[in-house]
């Protein structure tokens, strides 16, 4: 016969390995991942974005990571720094391409980007180019196939309600004056919770504060931004070079960005006579003879598609041109500016 010890001895064994054997049943609650990713592949060809953590603060840096997968008788180019929607990039390293596991060359590029904009903020399709290797190093590569993601979507999140201004702060509540007879313990519990609040309201101007010693500049205007990479153009002496396309085709871009961040019009996406053929229909879309800009944009495609060589007085002249068509259009949006958009003027004036 077992004694009652013996007994509760083995009982309480049989529990313990019964919650042991419970407890490594259970398993744990999958978590969403800190990244999003996309994918495009087409044949040997693949190219993958991955945008690292899907959640941030207001003007916390994220980290793009580019990835693509060629042979090895192929060259890449990655997107430009434009090419990130709402999302400021502030450094760019490019790694020497690499073998990959089997076969072929992998190319990757590193992008940290910050965005000033709360809510789920998008970057946009990310395309990469790819061509074949040059059999002569003096040769440019004829880049005529792409690899497109789809856009990543990014939760900014922001320690401002929708009624702050990071130009006019909100006022700190006073603390409340005590009244002449003596307070009851409801009034102290009020005076108590009055300085709590001030308390935390100050804790969190600290913290908006040293956030906003930390930000950049507001973003420039379209106008000082394209004449700032018409100067960097000017100054990389491609035309000296021989690069007379890439020239060309740097020239027509900066003036179809500036178009599309001044006057909200799609034109990096259009062929030159489809955006033609929009400003024909709606010619108050853009304040300038289109007749000039059509001249312009056309001698921009024979260098681009028909392989003609200009003269550096031409690819000189050409510039003039299109810092004409950004002053000239600058000043005309300055005038037609409506009264009623003054969070707008002040964004520009700040700039």
């Given at each position: 016969?077992?004694?009652?010890?013996?007994?509760?001895?083995?009982?309480?064994?049989?529990?313990?390995?019964?919650?042991?054997?419970?407890?490594?049943?259970?398993?744990?609650?999958?978590?969403?991942?800190?990244?999003?990713?996309?994918?495009?592949?087409?044949?040997?060809?693949?190219?993958?974005?991955?945008?690292?953590?899907?959640?941030?603060?207001?003007?916390?840096?994220?980290?793009?990571?580019?990835?693509?997968?060629?042979?090895?008788?192929?060259?890449?180019?990655?997107?430009?720094?434009?090419?990130?929607?709402?999302?400021?990039?502030?450094?760019?390293?490019?790694?020497?391409?690499?073998?990959?596991?089997?076969?072929?060359?992998?190319?990757?590029?590193?992008?940290?980007?910050?965005?000033?904009?709360?809510?789920?903020?998008?970057?946009?399709?990310?395309?990469?180019?790819?061509?074949?290797?040059?059999?002569?190093?003096?040769?440019?590569?004829?880049?005529?196939?792409?690899?497109?993601?789809?856009?990543?979507?990014?939760?900014?999140?922001?320690?401002?309600?929708?009624?702050?201004?990071?130009?006019?702060?909100?006022?700190?509540?006073?603390?409340?004056?005590?009244?002449?007879?003596?307070?009851?313990?409801?009034?102290?519990?009020?005076?108590?919770?009055?300085?709590?609040?001030?308390?935390?309201?100050?804790v969190l101007l600290i913290v908006w504060l040293r956030r906003l010693a930390r930000r950049p500049a507001p973003p420039i205007l379209p106008e000082v931004w394209a004449l700032r990479a018409l100067?960097?153009?000017?100054?990389?002496?491609?035309?000296?070079?021989?690069?007379?396309?890439?020239?060309?085709?740097?020239?027509?871009?900066?003036?179809?960005?500036?178009?599309?961040?001044?006057?909200?019009?799609?034109?990096?996406?259009?062929?030159?006579?489809?955006?033609?053929?929009?400003?024909?229909?709606?010619?108050?879309?853009?304040?300038?003879?289109?007749?000039?800009?059509?001249?312009?944009?056309?001698?921009?495609?024979?260098?681009?598609?028909?392989?003609?060589?200009?003269?550096?007085?031409?690819?000189?002249?050409?510039?003039?041109?299109?810092?004409?068509?950004?002053?000239?259009?600058?000043?005309?949006?300055?005038?037609?500016?409506?009264?009623?958009?003054?969070?707008?003027?002040?964004?520009?004036?700040?700039?």
């Open positions: 016969m077992m004694r009652p010890a013996a007994t509760s001895g083995a009982a309480l064994v049989v529990c313990v390995g019964m919650a042991l054997l419970l407890g490594g049943c259970r398993q744990e609650a999958p978590t969403e991942p800190n990244s999003v990713t996309d994918t495009a592949e087409r044949g040997p060809f693949t190219f993958t974005a991955e945008a690292t953590p899907r959640q941030i603060w207001v003007g916390d840096p994220i980290t793009i990571k580019l990835r693509v997968e060629t042979p090895d008788d192929h060259v890449v180019q990655f997107p430009s720094e434009d090419d990130f929607g709402e999302f400021d990039v502030s450094s760019i390293e490019t790694a020497d391409p690499r073998p990959g596991l089997v076969d072929g060359l992998v190319w990757q590029q590193t992008i940290v980007a910050e965005s000033f904009t709360s809510g789920v903020v998008e970057i946009p399709s990310l395309v990469v180019k790819y061509a074949d290797k040059p059999t002569k190093p003096e040769t440019e590569p004829l880049f005529e196939h792409e690899l497109v993601t789809g856009p990543l979507e990014i939760e900014v999140r922001s320690a401002l309600t929708s009624q702050d201004s990071v130009f006019e702060p909100r006022d700190i509540t006073g603390t409340l004056t005590p009244p002449g007879k003596p307070l009851s313990p409801l009034a102290w519990a009020g005076i108590v919770g009055a300085v709590v609040a001030v308390a935390a309201l100050l100067a960097r153009l000017e100054a990389a002496g491609l035309i000296e070079s021989g690069r007379a396309k890439q020239y060309y085709y740097s020239l027509s871009e900066i003036v179809r960005v500036y178009i599309e961040r001044k006057f909200a019009l799609a034109a990096p996406e259009m062929t030159t006579q489809e955006f033609l053929t929009t400003l024909a229909r709606n010619r108050r879309a853009l304040p300038y003879d289109a007749d000039r800009l059509r001249d312009f944009l056309e001698a921009c495609d024979l260098v681009k598609y028909a392989a003609l060589a200009p003269r550096a007085i031409e690819a000189e002249q050409a510039l003039g041109i299109a810092r004409a068509f950004i002053d000239a259009t600058a000043a005309a949006g300055q005038q037609s500016a409506s009264v009623h958009d003054v969070p707008r003027e002040k964004g520009e004036q700040a700039a």
